[in-house]
């Protein structure tokens, strides 16, 4: 007859083995040849499935079945067999473990949160999560001692403190509840908290949360700095060194707890030449006006021509008027040299804040050269002297003179106009002139003066005397 055997229970289940085996209690008359288990996932496993040979004759037997699949369900039984026939015992079934999970790095850093994150692992059905305080887990937190996550590789850990360490490990169990053996430990510390204040300095206020809890690393809301009347922001200053010109501001990455100020300043007047043009060819007396204006009050505009201040610059005594917003002065320009000269105005405030602008003109008042020599002329016995003046005349930059004057001083005498030369006379910029009334054996001094239809004087020639 066949065999007599029975199936021991399984044990010692892993990932990929587990251990079982049988007692064969009787050979049937006949000598046991082989003996084992055999086993598969569907059930009723037969010599035909996976099997293992242990030995032969009759007896308790230990079998170790290798080469499992994590996390499924096998089926089990043991045989034996003799000349007449193979006898199976009755049917076991496990189900193997998953395999060990393995954690990762955490991400999602927070003040009192972090996101524990793991690899998934074969054959899990979920997870346990630890989390604790130390890396032993002798404290391990309560909401989180073997937590079930489910089937998932992440998870939010909440409800935690701020800048403290923390440790947690997972265990993957199977659809019958088998738990696998802890996970490697990954570390992780929640984020400081720290505390930035806004604070305006005199002259503006603030607007926006002006005392902000920010997460290590993260940034502020925006808080905006509103200037007071008659007065502007400036910048930021605050701790560490920070200082920022934005408006408003949001500081950002905060590293540490931090007070910012925001500075303000009384707001400078505005001023604006206009004129003459920036660029403008100008002659003779030059009207120049700016427009300033202030919050509160203008209290003065100063002109300076090539940085010096228009009083002192010119000979003509010049004093600065003001009309509403508008602020002028009389530009004397016969005692400069022709060419581009910078007008410059400033405008100062009651609070002594300035502005300025500037511009650049090109001056070109006529140029003029006279020369001359005494002559005689004679008539018979009859004896004249006389003067012969040479006026040669340049208006490169176009001023509408009027008429040449020829003046002439004698001794120390007066000047007097001895002529007036329609411009339209000088032909190509030359002109003679003859002094027919110069008194007998006297010294004379003579120039000449180019004007305008207005009698602006335009240019002064040399002095020659004679």
């Not at 923390?166 to 659809?175: C, G």
């Not at 030369?421 to 007998?440: C, K, R, W, Y």
Request: net charge negative; charged share 10%.
């Amino acid at each position: 007859t066949a065999p007599t055997v029975t199936t021991a229970a399984v044990i010692n289940v892993a990932s990929s083995s587990a251990d079982s085996g049988g007692n064969v209690t009787s050979d049937g008359g006949e000598e046991v040849s082989a003996r084992g288990v055999c086993w598969n996932t569907s059930g009723a496993p037969t010599t035909l499935d996976s099997k293992t040979e242990d030995g032969t004759g009759t007896g308790v037997f230990v079998s170790n079945m290798t080469g499992l699949a994590p996390g499924v369900t096998y089926y089990v039984r043991a045989y034996a067999v003799n000349s007449v026939d193979i006898a199976y015992g009755g049917q076991e079934s496990f189900t193997t473990l998953p395999e060990v999970p393995s954690a990762q790095p955490a991400s999602a850093i927070g003040a009192t949160s972090f996101q524990a994150n793991w690899s998934a692992a074969a054959g899990a059905a979920g997870y346990r999560l630890d989390v604790a305080t130390d890396a032993a887990f002798s404290s391990i937190l309560p909401a989180y001692n073997s937590l079930d996550v489910g089937n998932v590789v992440a998870y939010s850990v909440t409800g935690l403190s701020s800048a403290t360490p923390y440790y947690y490990r997972l265990r993957a169990y199977n659809s019958v509840g088998g738990t696998t053996a802890n996970s490697n430990v990954i570390g992780v510390t929640t984020l400081a908290v720290h505390t930035v204040t806004f604070t305006a300095g005199a002259g503006g206020t603030l607007s926006g949360n002006l005392s902000q809890t920010v997460v290590h690393g993260a940034d502020c809301t925006p808080v905006t700095a509103v200037p007071d009347a008659g007065f502007l922001f400036i910048d930021w200053s605050g701790s560490g060194g920070f200082w920022s010109t934005a408006n408003p501001l949001t500081v950002t990455a905060v590293q540490a707890d931090m007070a910012v100020t925001a500075q303000f300043a009384n707001a400078a007047p505005s001023v604006r030449i206009i004129n003459p043009a920036d660029a403008a060819t100008v002659w003779g007396a030059v009207e120049v006006q700016a427009e300033a204006v202030d919050d509160t009050d203008v209290e003065s505009v100063d002109f300076y021509i090539d940085g010096v201040l228009a009083q002192s610059a010119g000979p003509a005594g010049v004093q600065t008027a003001r009309a509403g917003s508008l602020y002028s002065f009389v530009w004397g320009t016969l005692g400069y040299a022709n060419g581009p000269h910078v007008i410059r105005a400033v405008a100062v405030d009651a609070a002594g804040a300035t502005s300025m602008d500037q511009i650049t003109v090109n001056l070109q008042n006529v140029t003029m050269t006279l020369s001359g020599q005494r002559l005689e002329d004679r008539a018979w016995i009859i004896r004249r002297e006389f003067v012969r003046l040479n006026l040669a005349a340049v208006n490169s930059g176009g001023a509408p003179v009027a008429r040449y004057i020829i003046t002439r001083r004698t001794g120390g005498g007066p000047e007097e106009t001895i002529a007036s030369i329609d411009a339209s006379e000088v032909q190509g910029g030359a002109a003679e002139v003859n002094d027919t009334t110069l008194p007998e054996g006297a010294v004379c001094t003579y120039r000449v003066v180019a004007v305008t239809a207005g009698d602006m004087v335009v240019g002064i020639s040399n002095e020659i005397t004679i």
